[in-house]
Structure formats: C-alpha cells, structure tokens
C-alpha cells in the first residue's frame, strides 16, 4: 500500500480528528513505554555502565505552532559500538516517547527540527516516525526530506498514521541492515 497520495488529498479523506491524533498517541506511547520499559532500562545502564556520565541528551525543537521545547534522546555520543547500534537500529530515539507522552510531539509527523522556516511544519506536532522513515530513509536526498513533510502535512490522516506506525519496524530494521 503506497502512503504517498497526490500533492492534494484524495476526495473523501479528511485530515486526522487532533482528538483521535491524541488518543492514538498517548494509547501508542503507554503500551510501548510498558512493552520497552525493561530494556529502555537495560540501554540506559549499559550507556551508563560504558561511559559514567549521562545516559540522555536534551536537543531543542520547534513544535506545534513553533512553540518550543527539548526532544529526549539517548546520548550516544562517544558511545562506541553501542552508541552506532543504537543509532542505527533507531532506538536512541526511544525515549521521546516522553515528549509524546507530554503532547509535544507525536508518533507519526514531520522530523523534529531545532528551528524551521517553514510554516507548514509548524501545523502539526512533529513525530517519532514518518514519511521520511519508511520511505528509504538512507536512500533519499536529503532536499527530498522536506517534500515528504509537507506532504504528510497536507494529507495526513487516522489511517495514513497507523500505516506509517506498522511499517516502521520493518523500515528501522531493513536500515539497521543496509
């Protein structure tokens, strides 16, 4: 099933309800927080453990009507091996399902950005996930990234969130793989 829809939403779709956005959010971020709590902790000792300093990382982000605010993240800097597997399977981004829990971002939108100048990232919370992830995110020019956010912007709906949410898996793992 192709995600990406004409640069106009098709006839009949209607962009997410930001109540059913949010519930789908918050239900997603306590199951995955319930069903990762046990390794989230295990990562955060073993970063500890390596490097005895801090486990997290605060980066600045521009949020929903470029309010802004600080993604959580794992620090993987210095972090050797353990760092780049993180990276690269995606997982030092776990812990920005705080940020999802808190309403300040989302688990399907644009890429979190410290600052933008565009207005249209700004319409809606940015997410953990998206367009960018599950569309070969390796494999992609970075000048084609923010078509992918804008076109998310434009025709994102309830059911183009949970196909983004279901392809990610496969998508962290096929570039922890590349």
């Not at 399977?89 to 829990?101: K, R, T």
């Not at 300040?104 to 997410?127: A, K, Q």
């Not at 998206?130 to 070969?136: D, E, F, I, N, R």
């Amino acid at each position: 099933m192709s995600l990406l829809l004409p640069l106009t939403a098709r006839p009949g779709l209607r962009p997410a309800r930001p109540s059913a956005k949010r519930v789908l959010d918050l239900a997603g971020a306590v199951i995955l927080l319930a069903a990762l709590g046990l390794p989230l902790a295990a990562v955060a000792g073993l970063l500890w453990a390596t490097r005895g300093r801090r486990v997290f990382v605060r980066e600045p982000a521009a949020g929903l009507a470029g309010r802004p605010f600080r993604t959580w993240r794992f620090d993987t800097a210095e972090a050797g091996r353990t760092g780049a597997a993180l990276e690269r399977c995606a997982l030092d981004a776990l812990p920005q399902l705080l940020n999802v829990l808190r309403g300040e971002m989302s688990l399907v939108g644009p890429r979190p950005e410290p600052r933008t100048d565009r207005p249209d990232r700004l319409l809606v919370r940015p997410g953990m996930t998206g367009l960018w992830q599950v569309s070969a995110r390796s494999d992609l020019p970075w000048e084609e990234m923010p078509l992918l956010d804008r076109h998310y912007v434009e025709n994102h709906w309830l059911g183009m969130d949970l196909a983004i949410l279901a392809q990610t898996p496969r998508a962290a793992y096929r570039h922890r793989h590349a």
